[in-house]
């Protein structure tokens, strides 16, 4: 079992950052991939990023070259650094992971991830 643990969410104008932690433990592996995703009321959760063991990371088309994923390996942490926010933005934002390598067929979709953790909220405001 991994748990997984979110922090960093909360409110912010158009143009402002936030950065989102997630914190892993139990039965973690050292070939894993992790991944951030968001959800909106009454939608399915979408694909934001995500991140291989060996530190290649992917972005969904929608927050490229705005957000940043980066994972701490020996912390076991992931983080995600949201610039350039904009009211769109507005999710709960999850933290995912999958005892197997990342895939570009698949690492964006929610169903290759095993593990969730319990969500952060982001707002952005106009």
């Known amino acids: 079992q991994v748990h997984l643990v979110e922090s960093g969410g909360g409110s912010v104008q158009s143009g402002g950052s936030l950065r989102l932690s997630c914190a892993a433990s139990?039965?973690?592996?050292?070939?894993?991939?992790m991944g951030w995703f968001r959800q909106v009321p009454g939608k399915g959760r979408e694909g934001v990023a995500y991140?291989?063991?060996?530190?290649?990371?992917t972005y969904a088309n929608y927050v490229k070259d705005r957000f940043t994923i980066v994972e701490d390996n020996a912390k076991k942490a992931l983080f995600l650094q949201m610039d350039s926010l904009i009211p769109e933005d507005t999710a709960m934002y999850y933290c995912?992971?999958?005892?197997?390598?990342?895939?570009?067929?698949?690492?964006?979709?929610?169903?290759?991830?095993?593990?969730w953790g319990q969500g952060t909220q982001v707002t952005v405001s106009s």
């Open positions: 991140i291989d063991s060996d530190g290649t990371a």
């Open positions: 995912a992971y999958d005892q197997d390598k990342c895939s570009p067929y698949w690492s964006l979709r929610d169903w290759s991830y095993r593990y």
């Open positions: 139990g039965a973690t592996t050292s070939r894993h991939c």
